[in-house]
């Protein structure tokens, strides 16, 4: 029945995300695994990690299976090596799940410390997924929670501070629906209630101040299958120029992370019409392309200016394993041997880009998944975000990959423009909300008159480090209480 509860707790998780968005199920998704490690206290640490292992490798498996479907389909990989990936994905979240499912087996249900302990356990199992496998922060128990209370939190510690208040919410249920934990629950009740009225008061987002920018996104929607294609690179190119010159007037028109499949500025049947209609038009152009240097391919984003030959303004730094990074330990045999999972190598950056002048606006960029990491040394008027995301048209790995991107807004107090190949591309507000979209499949312009927001919300000034302090404060304590029982 233990690992039931530890595989109800796995499944409830998944299903309050992308394709189900069963919100509610968050809000006690950790319960039936925290039921589980209460009525087995004498179980020992290794039937705690046990279930915690087994929650672990069912949320990963259960919220992630479109990451075979896009391996095969998008990078050429067999169907038992995109296995294999997906099943290393869910093994790296094995040891953090562990070690919170031990943590929390050795507090009573009914002890103060209790709630705090889950919430900021689980909290730190997140960061450290996060942190361990890029695939792994679409694995976040907020996820689906943007349009909740919990929204204005972020501002203040973040999304895996939310998931932390969630999985705190779970610890409350289960320690007032026991007998020796419920006077300890009004208080840790009235704990969560401040916290999350402190989060409304200090992440409001204030009126925007800045003159407003006009930014077109623009999306060719071709399929990602249609990439192996001789003509794919140029069709696709031909689509973006045909909607940009339909657009409309703009201060900046962004193309998506695939816009070019090589370096334009080597290429001049690419390169001479695009900057032609950036001369022509007088309205600013940012691309993402690839560039090879050194040992390998890196994706940038490249920035078209009237009157200026292109040049390198950000160059992607978070890599994903096995697919843009092949560690250097690994045996030259076994790089060779991963084929398809490798299209490029590990180099040096091309562009040490910060924020990027566009106008009189400060504007963060990043591609792909780097969209969810907060960049401390970044402070920037408007987040840009060129992705692909047409590796998972079949599947909902693409509103996954939004719904953190719109956790990004929030904790930066900032809009982001997202430009996506195949969909889904969005203006998000500040405040989470998506204010317009364009869905998977379309072939078309999203404009919009952008605000800026100048302020800095407190995440964006600390980051996780309340989350980790608290973490370190909780260990302690236990530390203390556990010594003076033992004395």
């Known amino acids: ?129 996060a942190s361990a496998f890029p ?40 320690q007032a629906s026991l007998r020796q934990g419920r006077r300890t629950a009004w208080l840790a009740a009235a704990g969560l209630l401040l916290l999350a009225v402190t989060g409304a008061l200090t992440g409001s987002v204030p009126d925007a101040r800045a003159r407003s920018v006009r930014v077109a996104l623009v ?40 816009a070019f499949l090589a370096d334009p500025r080597g290429r001049a049947e690419w390169a001479g019409p695009v900057q032609a209609l950036v001369d022509e038009r007088g309205t600013p152009l940012l691309a993402g392309g690839r560039v090879r240097t050194g040992a390998g391919w890196r994706t940038v984003a490249m920035l078209f200016a009237p009157g200026a030959p292109p040049h390198l303004a950000y160059a992607k730094r978070r890599l994903v394993p096995l697919a843009e990074a092949v560690p250097s330990w690994l045996p030259a045999r076994v790089r060779r041997g991963l084929g398809g999972l490798v299209p490029s190598l590990p180099v040096e950056p091309g562009a040490e880009a910060g924020a990027l002048e566009i106008g009189d606006r400060r504007v963060d960029v990043s591609i792909c998944f780097e969209a969810i990491f907060q960049r401390p040394a970044v402070r920037a008027d408007l987040l840009v975000n060129l992705v692909n995301d047409g590796w998972y048209d079949a599947g909902a790995g693409a509103r996954q990959h939004l719904a953190l991107a719109r956790w990004r807004a929030v904790e930066a107090g900032a809009p982001m423009l997202r430009a996506a190949s195949t969909g889904i591309s969005a203006f998000v507000s500040a405040d989470g909300t998506v204010a317009a979209r364009l869905d998977v499949g379309d072939s078309a312009v999203l404009v919009a008159d952008v605000s800026p927001v100048e302020r800095t919300t407190p995440f964006e000034r600390l980051g996780n480090v309340p989350l980790l302090l608290l973490g370190a404060g909780l260990f302690a304590a236990l530390a203390v209480v556990r010594g003076c029982r033992s004395g």
């Open 1 to 129: 029945m233990r690992v039931l509860g530890a595989l109800l707790a796995g499944f409830l998780f998944a299903a309050s995300q992308p394709p189900l968005d069963l919100h509610w199920a968050a809000w006690l998704a950790l319960t039936p695994l925290l039921w589980a490690l209460a009525g087995d206290a004498a179980g020992g640490a290794r039937r705690a990690a046990g279930l915690g292992a087994c929650f672990a490798a069912t949320t990963v498996l259960a919220v992630t299976p479109w990451l075979p479907v896009a391996l095969v389909d998008g990078f050429g990989a067999g169907a038992l090596a995109a296995g294999v990936v997906w099943l290393a994905a869910a093994v790296s979240a094995l040891p953090a799940a562990a070690v919170f499912a031990v943590w929390v087996s050795r507090v009573a249900p009914g002890s103060p410390l209790y709630v705090p302990v889950v919430g900021a356990g689980w909290g730190l199992v997140e960061l450290s997924w």
């Open 135 to 174: 695939q792994l922060p679409w694995v976040a128990l907020a996820a689906g929670q943007l349009d909740s209370p919990l929204t204005p939190l972020a501002a203040g510690l973040g999304v895996h501070g939310c998931s932390a208040w969630l999985a705190a919410f779970s610890a409350l249920v289960v």
């Open 219 to 258: 999306q060719p929607g071709l399929p990602m299958s249609q990439r192996p294609r001789a003509d794919f690179a140029t069709r696709n190119l031909d689509t973006l120029i045909e909607l940009s010159r339909a657009s409309g007037p703009a201060d900046l028109w962004v193309w998506p992370e695939s």
